[in-house]
């Protein structure tokens, strides 16, 4: 089991809840610069970039869907992944002994950008919405 944490374009993600849509598939695209400042930041604190095979690239491309970008932080204190897809920017934590750490990291690191880049922050196993 996994717990994630989700950024969205703020107004995205006051009119989802508002209008209780329950598919964010198509969320409203996060602009080039904040997934840049984002990325940006998340290799400063160790965050490694993880590439997809070139042959599930290509078998997603085909299917007219672009392939998330995709980092890793793995240390003996933390374990994380963040994705980026064209609307939301996902931490996800994997259950493992640095679990609850980990959360608590990740956690942090959003809310931090859902301030600074005036996104929404959305944590669906605690329910906390930031917008």
């Known amino acids: 089991m996994s717990y994630n944490i ?5 107004d995205f993600l006051r009119r989802s809840i508002a209008e209780q849509s329950g598919d964010w598939t198509n969320a409203d ?3 080039k610069e ?10 400063a ?3 490694q ?3 997809h095979p070139p042959s599930f690239v290509e078998f997603l491309r085909n ?13 003996p204190t933390m374990s994380a992944r963040m994705s980026i897809f064209r609307g939301s920017i996902s931490f996800v934590v ?15 690191i959003a809310r931090k ?17 930031i917008v």
């Not at 904040?34 to 290799?43: I, L, S």
């Open 29 to 31: 695209p996060i602009s």
């Open 94 to 108: 994997e259950a493992s002994p640095v679990a609850m750490a980990s959360i608590e990291y990740c956690s942090g």
């Open 113 to 129: 950008f859902a301030r600074d880049f005036n996104l929404g922050y959305y944590d669906g196993q605690s329910g906390e919405v």
């Open 49 to 51: 970039a993880e590439h």
């Open 45 to 47: 604190v160790g965050f």
């Open 6 to 10: 989700d950024l969205y374009d703020r």
């Open 63 to 75: 299917q007219g869907v672009t392939p998330s970008e995709d980092f890793a932080l793995q240390t």
């Open 34 to 43: 904040v997934v840049e400042a984002v990325t940006d930041a998340c290799v």
